[in-house]
């Protein structure tokens, strides 16, 4: 069973920040849309949706690893 916890943006040095969300837009099957983005304007609109509230990053302690969901989802993840 995922053990989830809501990671602070505030809490992670801002390089780390710019790497984990450089990774996540850089993954296989993100999707944009029909329009092409840079890797900048893909990591500009994931902390938009961050500082928003739409996305948060979540952790999972069992498998060690992490991943942006929307805050409907995370609500759902961390209530479990």
Known sequence: ????????????????????????????????GERECSLEQKVGELRTQLAAGDLQLLYDADSEQWDLVSRENAGSLLES
Do not use: I, Q
């Open 1 to 32: 069973m995922a053990n989830f916890v809501a990671v602070p943006l505030d809490r992670l040095p801002s390089d780390v920040l710019v790497a984990l969300l450089e990774e996540f837009a850089s993954r296989d099957g993100t999707d944009y």
